[in-house]
């Protein structure tokens, strides 16, 4: 399971816009909920918590999403690293060249071009390559940065050849994420049910609505409504949660 500190890091990166977005969004759920379950916006202050868990769970989805950019991103760095050390670059000059190589592709806000804009100030500061590399990895607490970290560190202590290594570790970075490409396209399909399925009630009740409000009079504006109503958002609320865990499988 993800740490608070390695979630809390991805989250940082979602934009002001993207905040936004998720606010409105959510907002808008949210004003769905009191309108066809209550048919009033009263309630909104005990079910405010609802609002709060949904906004979490998109924050937590935009996160693992920002991640998921990252490692794409990462994947092509060590690839130019790879590349630059092939061509005899020293691993402190390989860091520096990969910066400029990536920046035209992902552009300066971005994580990764952050976090080798912060290496190469380091290597400016006569530190070593290994160093800044501990410190990249330190700071993201990605899992495949790790790695990639390690097979350096010890390719460093055992003296050999340094080339070969990243480059093995490149190709096996490279082959996860590829493999995890693959289930986590095998699963939309799964994600994109489980959407229409959490839509389904709110489209029978609105059609109700239109259609047979007389039949749904007994469940507005009555102690016995308001209570069935309420029994049957918290059913569809833990149903949410309960799919929620089943979709986001961790591979």
Not at 88 to 98: F, K, L
Not at 144 to 150: A, R
Request: aromatic fraction near 14%; include cysteine; charged fraction near 25%.
């Amino acid at each position: 399971m993800k740490s608070k500190i390695r979630k809390n890091f991805w989250l940082q990166d979602i934009k002001k816009y993207e905040y936004a977005a998720g606010i409105i969004r959510t907002s808008f759920i949210f004003g769905m909920i009191l309108f066809l379950f209550y048919e009033s916006f009263l309630p909104a202050f005990f079910l405010f918590p609802v609002w709060i868990i949904y906004m979490k769970d998109w924050a937590e989805d935009k996160a693992m999403q920002k991640e998921q950019q990252f490692r794409s991103q990462f994947r092509d760095s060590i690839q130019a690293m790879a590349a630059a050390l092939k061509a005899g670059y020293s691993v402190e000059n390989a860091i520096r060249e990969t910066k400029r190589d990536i920046l035209p592709m992902y552009g300066k806000d971005t994580r990764i071009i952050k976090e080798y804009d912060r290496m190469v100030v380091r290597l400016n500061m006569n530190c070593t390559a290994a160093q800044v590399l501990e410190e990249f990895s330190e700071r993201v607490r990605q899992e495949d940065v790790g790695d990639f970290v390690n097979v350096f560190a010890a390719a460093k202590i055992s003296g050999g050849d340094s080339v070969a290594i990243i480059r093995n570790a490149v190709r096996t970075i490279s082959e996860k994420i590829d493999t995890e490409k693959e289930i986590n396209t095998i699963l939309a399909s799964k994600k994109l049910e489980f959407n229409i399925m959490c839509a389904v009630p709110f489209i029978i009740i609105f059609y109700m609505k239109i259609t047979f409000s007389q039949f749904l009079e007994v469940l507005y504006g009555t102690a016995a409504g308001t209570v069935t109503m309420s029994i049957c958002l918290a059913v569809y609320i833990s149903a949410w949660r309960l799919g929620r865990k089943m979709i986001h499988i961790e591979v």
